[in-house]
């Protein structure tokens, strides 16, 4: 166990009597393969072209419209607004409460696989991967991505 894995999840330390257990030996003793399935959708989303713009999944058209109406068609500020995932709410049912440390760590490893998603899907495009860290409610930390446009 290595001692960012214990400080951002203290769990791990009370594992094996206290002596603690790593983070792919926690995960295979208390992960479930559909939950994976279902966190794969999050870490790694089926991004769509709609129109001029990139998305996670298909948008309801008349939201889309609505945002290039108050965007005045501007692609990235649409994108980066229906786009946008607010960290703390990606599991609202769970009585977990994480820290700041664990979420901002979460949001980087988000961002760096979105990031190679969308170079992969879209190799001849452009985007900026945004993550909102400098906030102090943790319910303001978001993940965000649009194009770049040269």
Known sequence: MNNEE?????ELASWNNGEGITLNAWISGVGRFDHALGYATIFWP??????RCVFRGNPARATYEEWMK????????????????????????????????????????????????????????????RLTSE????????????????
């Open 6 to 10: 214990s400080n951002l999840i203290p």
């Open 46 to 51: 089926a991004f769509v072209q709609y129109d």
């Open 70 to 129: 108050s965007a005045t068609g501007d692609c990235a500020k649409v994108e980066a607004m229906m786009n946008h995932v607010h960290l703390f709410d990606l599991f609202t049912g769970c009585d977990y409460t994480p820290n700041r440390a664990l979420l901002l760590r979460l949001g980087q490893i988000m961002e760096e696989m979105w990031s190679c998603k969308l170079a992969r899907d879209f190799p001849g495009m452009r985007f900026e991967t």
């Open 135 to 150: 906030v102090e409610n943790l319910t303001d930390l978001e993940l965000t991505f649009y194009q770049r446009h040269v």
